[in-house]
């Protein structure tokens, strides 16, 4: 008997190795491509709703995107070209909404994923908006305001084609904030010819903008 027991003692030691498997699943989701990482979380879904394929490729497939060129002219008299980015998923529900965001991490993938996100987030409390994103690749700590502004406009001017309030509608994301609105809200309206104030959401109260919208979205509004 004692051979026996001698060798489950040996076997025993290997039974712990399961674990090491499992943390590499969350490894796995970050490396993924943020717009894939999207899909799938939407393929799930749509198998437990039991969606047809043809409202599906709808849904996967974003309405429309934009990719712009940002000529911009530094402090030091340099040109520097900046790339932005305007994604409206889907529009069904009412004209498109969702942030702008300035990092240098940004990509079209993001957005797309991002504006795919606020889709869901609007249909699933009933507003009538669809979902949109945006941004432009750039560390922002590294501008001075003047520079920023500069892009913003120029951002701004770039994306008036498909702006308005009853088309698509920015607001304050990453490293945005309301003066980066209002800057967005000023060069739009300048475009038109008259004040739009609806074109952004996020601006400073004195230029139409709503109280508690700084804390709205920490307190899940």
């Known amino acids: 008997m004692a051979p026996k027991t001698t060798s489950a003692r040996r076997v025993s030691p290997k039974a712990p190795s399961r674990p090491a498997a499992r943390a590499s699943a969350p490894q796995a989701a970050e490396n993924l491509n943020p717009f894939d990482f999207a899909r799938r979380q939407f393929d799930r879904a749509a198998d437990h709703l039991g969606l047809d394929n ?50 240098p991490g940004v990509t079209l993938d993001e ?9 869901w987030k609007c249909a699933v409390v009933n507003i009538p908006f669809g979902g949109a994103k945006g941004g ?41 904030n309301s003066q980066t609105m209002a800057w967005m ?21 004195a230029a139409g903008g709503s ?6 979205t920490a307190e899940g509004c």
């Open 54 to 103: 043809g409202t599906r490729e709808v849904l996967r497939t974003p309405k429309r995107q934009l990719i712009v060129s940002i000529p911009v002219k530094m402090d030091n008299g340099e040109i520097h070209v900046f790339q932005g980015f305007r994604v409206q998923h889907n529009i069904a529900r009412g004209p498109s909404k969702g942030g702008i965001r300035y990092h």
């Open 111 to 119: 957005v797309k994923a991002l504006a795919m996100w606020m889709t």
């Open 185 to 205: 809200m000023d060069t739009f309206s300048m475009t038109k010819g008259y004040s739009t104030l609806g074109v952004v959401t996020g601006k400073p109260i």
């Open 136 to 176: 432009i690749t750039v560390d922002p700590k590294a501008l001075s305001l003047g520079e920023n502004e500069r892009m913003t406009r120029r951002f701004t001017s770039e994306l008036a084609i498909i702006l308005g309030h009853d088309r698509d509608i920015p607001a304050p994301d990453v490293y945005t």
């Open 211 to 216: 109280a508690g919208r700084g804390e709205a």
